[in-house]
């Protein structure tokens, strides 16, 4: 049966266009390939190449017809062997109708309740560095898992940067601790794609700054696939180094990414405050089937904490902790800023405000459950970050208590962040760019309406 | 019928079977793109759609002489790479037309497919990304040491960006197994190479860190076979990378949008007249008694067969069912 030749699309946006020229005559030989005729979009002028072979039987819209519509018959083409008698009998090509996409309503994503709480008897502990928790976890993670490796800059040799991982190379040797040269984005897209082929590499980045870049391949590479693949593709990879502020390095060293990293579905992003947090946390990442960040602090690296002995010991990705209960204030801060909160929390006990603390441990998936609760009780929510406040973690718990405990508010949400400019490298001006105990103490005052 | 991957070694001569299916497979992958670029003009096909037609021998060659462990990965023009790891011609039209019966349930498009069990790995939209990636890949072969080597493509625009330097580098050091393909079609989009790329030819770009490299004949499916074999079991030997810039030539536009008004129609008939890697290689089967008319149209027959097919399962397949907008973001644990 002879076949229609339809107006091509030839580009996104196309709907209609001018038949300029055709370049086979009725009656012409046409092979696959050929090109047939040259069509006038708005951008530009295009060729039409034919698909079938045969012969030009009937040319339906003449040469220099504007307007003409994506899909109309231009043209029949016999094949096989058919003459013109055939034209008559051609019929209209089905077009396939795509229906119109379902509307959709997005909501924000319903609060995470099937995440199992942590362990509240977590067993024996012993006093640790959280540079050591950290250090046990990957080990004990690495003689479980034969897969699990850890590569990054002086992680080896020089027993790493901040000395994270001191030790391992010992143990493991160079085959599963890597020394790489200074090329983030090399070897975070190289460990990526060693996860995509079942291993499970831990990525350290000497700091998270450096880790920019390398966002491509955390983001694009690492977080989008499972999904890009429709779920036949993971990539089981930690990311992992500290984040924020040290002290005394300036503009380009000194940046908190949670926000960053957070904003990006397929990814998971935790960052752990003390020994038990960094020990259990970084377990659940190494474990965790899918990308994790895990945003560490330098300045925490060398503070001591009881950390559970148990090499089963893991905190759940998505569950929070409650570090002090209260019910005059809710206090959510994650990092070095649960201290921070802690530290505030003692101040304003003695002002007669009793403050519940919730170190997040988990930036995303984000345990909203809890901190609703902590609201629907105390009915006023401080939020600390050592990021910029536009658009930051303080930002979107903002939006979350909005959404899902406006009712119970008596004062409006205050965010705590560091001040929005570049890092200053002056030791005043460092110390006003940053949270202080006191500026939490302020704002807890100020939504409880005490000052 | 689907392409396989097949047991060459070095010094093997291809049997007769052999350069039959070598044939067979850079038909299918021409006829496929012909009827996706036919899709895309009916509009079925949205977005980005970037055709291999012209390029067929570079893929088919490689996997010519892939070994069974052998990972492959490219970047976004990648249709005829996932048609000569053996994916699913179905499934592949069906995730170009973004139906639920596509390789990627319609989620990835035209630049995202995978598939574990062919260890064909994507599919890379960001040009490059790829190139670590498949480094990645190569050290997870000498990780597990299970004899593969990666076959990581990259294009003439691709060998600009930084990335690759920092992968040839790391894959040196690591004498990581990798076969690093250069598919020098001569136009970065509308940029020609020699606009873009400073230096003799691309071959030498691994030069700095030892890489061996060399030039091959990209039109010429035998020529890319030789080179496979060879560079393939350099690396699969565990002496390292290799790098082979294959020349090459892409008849249609970058996407389908691309007018392609940056070369002349002179440049382009001449290819594909006097350098088609398809008729040459048809006509040398011919001369040589292997392929005789009727067989030829056989193949013909076979070939388009597949390639209605996939055409009508992917206009036939339902559009993904909308609960699949919210699953595959994470694994659940």
């Given amino acids: ?451 | 019928m689907v392409a396989a991957r097949r047991k060459a070694r070095p010094g093997n001569e291809p049997s007769r079977d052999d350069l039959i299916g070598y044939y067979r497979d850079m038909l299918l992958i021409r006829r496929f793109e012909e009827k996706a670029g036919q899709l895309y003009g009916m509009g079925l096909i949205n977005g980005f759609c970037h055709l291999y037609i012209g390029q067929e021998a570079v893929v088919v060659g490689m996997m010519a002489a892939a070994g069974p462990a052998d990972s492959v990965i490219t970047s976004y023009r990648d249709h005829g790479h996932m048609i000569a790891c053996g994916l699913d011609p179905k499934g592949v039209m069906a995730e170009l037309t973004g139906r639920s019966g596509g390789l990627s349930k319609g989620k990835g498009g035209s630049m995202h497919m995978f598939s574990n069990a062919n260890r064909f790995y994507g599919g890379h939209g960001i040009v490059a990304a790829q190139v670590p990636l498949g480094t990645g890949l190569g050290f997870a072969h000498k990780y597990k040491e299970d004899g593969g080597v990666c076959h990581c493509y990259l294009g003439d625009g691709a060998v600009n960006q930084g990335q690759v330097y920092e992968s040839f580098n790391m894959a040196a050091l690591w004498s990581l197994p990798v076969v690093y393909v250069i598919e020098n079609n001569k136009y970065a989009m509308g940029t020609a190479v020699e606009r873009a790329a400073a230096g003799p030819d691309l071959y030498h770009r691994g030069a700095a860190y030892g890489i061996k490299g060399e030039m091959v004949d990209g039109m010429d499916i035998l020529a890319v076979r030789d080179a496979a074999l060879r560079s393939l079991d350099y690396a699969r030997s565990g002496k390292g990378p290799y790098i082979l810039e294959v020349q090459t030539y892409r008849y249609r536009g970058h996407s389908m949008s691309d007018p392609a008004k940056y070369r002349t129609k002179e440049e382009v008939s001449k290819m594909r007249e006097q350098h088609d890697p398809i008729d040459t290689f048809r006509a040398r089967l011919e001369k040589d008694g292997i392929l005789d008319e009727a067989k030829l149209k056989d193949i013909d027959r076979e070939v388009k067969a597949v390639v209605v097919e996939a055409a009508e399962f992917a206009q036939a397949c339902p559009e993904p069912d909308p609960s699949e907008l919210w699953t595959d973001v994470l694994i659940s644990v």
Avoid at chain 1, 120 to 128: A, I, L, N, Y
Avoid at chain 1, 347 to 361: D, H, K, P, T, Y
Wanted: proline share 7%.
């Fill in chain 1, 1 to 451: 049966m002879p076949v229609q030749i339809l107006m091509p699309a030839l580009s996104p946006t196309m709907t209609e266009g001018k038949l300029a020229r055709w370049l086979k005559d009725e009656g012409a030989a046409v092979k696959s390939g050929d090109i047939i005729a040259e069509i006038e979009t708005d951008k530009a002028t295009m060729e039409f190449e034919a698909v079938d072979e045969g012969v030009m039987g009937k040319i339906l819209v003449p040469a220099g017809t504007e307007g003409v519509a994506v899909n109309a018959p231009i043209a029949v083409l016999l094949v096989d062997g058919e003459d013109a008698s055939a034209i008559t009998a051609a019929a209209p090509v089905p077009v396939a109708v795509i229906a119109a996409p379902a509307p959709v309503t997005v909501a924000a994503q319903p609060i995470a309740a099937s995440i199992p709480d942590a362990p509240t008897d977590v067993g024996p502990t012993k006093r640790q560095t959280v540079r050591e928790a950290l250090r046990d976890a990957m080990a004990e993670e690495m003689r479980r898992d034969p897969t699990v490796f850890l590569l990054g800059e002086e992680v080896a040799q020089y027993q790493g940067a901040y000395k994270v991982s001191q030790g391992l190379l010992d143990e493991f040797g160079s085959k599963r601790v890597i020394d790489t040269p200074i090329t983030e984005m090399g070897f975070a897209g190289l460990a990526a794609g060693a996860g995509f082929a079942g291993l499970r590499p831990i990525v350290e980045f000497m700091t998270m700054n450096f880790s920019m870049q390398a966002i491509d391949h955390v983001i694009n590479s690492a977080s989008k696939t499972l999904y890009m693949s429709g779920g036949q593709q993971s990539c089981p990879i930690v990311f992992r180094g500290p984040n924020g502020p040290a002290s005394r390095v300036g503009a380009q060293h000194s940046q908190c990414y949670a926000s960053w990293y957070a904003h990006c579905p397929g990814l998971k992003v935790v960052s752990p405050w003390s020994g038990e947090d960094a020990k259990g946390l970084m377990k659940a990442a190494i474990r965790d089937p899918n990308p994790v960040v895990i945003l560490e602090n330098e300045l925490l690296y060398g503070q001591t904490f009881d950390v559970p002995e148990s090499t089963d010991f893991v905190i759940p990705i998505g569950k929070a902790k409650i570090e002090r209960a209260g019910s005059g204030v809710t206090i959510v801060a994650f990092s070095r800023m649960v201290q921070v909160a802690l530290d505030a929390a003692k101040e304003l006990s003695a002002q007669g405000v009793e403050a519940e603390v919730i170190n997040l441990r988990s930036i995303r998936p984000l345990d909203v459950e809890t901190i609703v609760r902590s609201v629907q009780k105390t009915n006023r929510i401080v939020s600390i970050e050592e990021g910029w406040p536009f658009a930051g973690i303080g930002a979107e718990i903002a939006a979350q208590i909005m959404e899902n405990a406006f009712d119970w508010l008596d004062a409006p949400v205050v965010r705590v962040c560091g001040a929005d400019v570049p890092m200053p490298y002056a030791a005043n001006l460092e110390k006003l760019a940053l949270p202080q105990v006191d500026d939490v103490v302020q704002a807890a005052l100020r939504v409880s309406y005490k000052k």
